[in-house]
């Protein structure tokens, strides 16, 4: 199996299971906030009865969309490959298609028996975030 995850949406994590094919085995998509992802993906991982050990690969969406959702999707699937010794790849979705529609593309397979697997994956974004200076009242 490999897992598929997008949280373009900052209220709305997919995700998804391939089979060893490509074909999409699993998909849920999940209105929740951020600091829910990973319970989320643990507790649909139950209900389907995947065991971590039996996940190949991980594939996240990398941006653009929702920093904190974003930030957070690729560091939590970064933490997944890290930790299970398997390969990662960032797929960029600049038209925001949804998980669905990304899963129906049987081309993701290839990728995660390619020669040069990466190790880690980054977050891209479409614009400077808009952090503030924190206010000092005078």
Do not use: C
């Amino acid at each position: 199996m490999y897992l598929f995850l997008s949280a373009q949406d900052i209220q709305q994590l997919e995700v998804g299971f391939l089979d060893e094919q490509g074909y999409t085995a699993f998909f849920s998509s999940v209105p929740t906030p951020p600091e829910m992802f990973l319970f989320h993906v643990d507790r649909l991982m139950h209900e389907w009865k995947i065991e971590w050990k039996t996940i190949l690969g991980v594939a996240v969406v990398v941006g653009p969309g929702s920093f904190t959702s974003t930030r957070l999707s690729v560091t939590m699937a970064n933490g997944i490959a890290f930790a299970r010794h398997i390969p990662i790849i960032g797929v960029e979705n600049i038209e925001r298609l949804s998980l669905s529609v990304l899963l129906s593309d049987r081309d993701w397979i290839p990728f995660f028996h390619a020669q040069k697997i990466e190790t880690f994956v980054v977050p891209i974004y479409d614009r400077p975030p808009l952090i503030t200076l924190k206010k000092i009242p005078v």
